[in-house]
């Protein structure tokens, strides 16, 4: 499994109604889309919470490589260069994802992230608490950076604790396989 995420910032008047419309028009373009467990079309938008950025964030699970290569080289990707530009997509390897069967109900998502510091011997990372009312979690981590993040989905917007490591976004349109299926590793 790998997890991908890009994060496209706006300035703070930006609209994000626009990024609401492009979403309601072409979210379910990746429903069932080959390989992904799930893409949560992800948003921060200060106009709503004054203490976000405005950020177009979507999130990805793949169950293999090969659905992930289809979308960025056959032209699903191009979509996302044409509108804003070369974008760096961060990936990551899944250490713990749980979906409950409630993961389709998910409407908010707290992603809260970390450094992982040099060690002499490692263990593998373990959640956070989670918030009341979690849907599914999901941590990755990128011995590339040595960072880690943990998602935790819901269906009411959680509380968190005040940090810059911590973001709390709104799905706006969740992708899932055509079973609709909840996955755990």
Not at 61 to 85: E, T, V
Not at 160 to 183: C, F, N, T
């Amino acid at each position: 499994m790998i997890a991908m995420q890009y994060k496209i910032a706006f300035p703070d008047d930006y609209d994000m109604n626009l990024i609401r419309q492009r979403v309601e028009h072409n979210g379910a373009k990746t429903d069932g889309f080959q390989d992904l467990l799930f893409k949560a079309y992800l948003i921060a938008d200060k106009s709503r919470s004054p203490k976000s950025a405005n950020e177009y964030s979507p999130l990805y699970l793949w169950a293999d490589s090969g659905g992930m290569n289809r979308f960025l080289f056959d032209g699903f990707y191009d979509n996302i260069l044409n509108s804003f530009g070369w974008q760096k997509v961060q990936i990551g390897v899944p250490l713990n994802c749980e979906l409950t069967p409630h993961f389709a109900e998910s409407r908010f998502v707290a992603e809260i992230e970390h450094e992982i510091r040099p060690v002499g011997r490692m263990e593998r990372m373990e959640f956070s608490p989670e918030p009341d009312g979690c849907t599914g979690k999901m941590l990755i981590y990128n011995p590339d950076k040595w960072r880690y993040a943990e998602y935790f989905f819901s269906a009411n917007k959680p509380e968190l604790p005040a940090s810059p490591d911590a973001s709390v976004y709104e799905v706006l349109h969740l992708s899932l396989p055509q079973s609709g299926a909840p996955y755990s590793v």
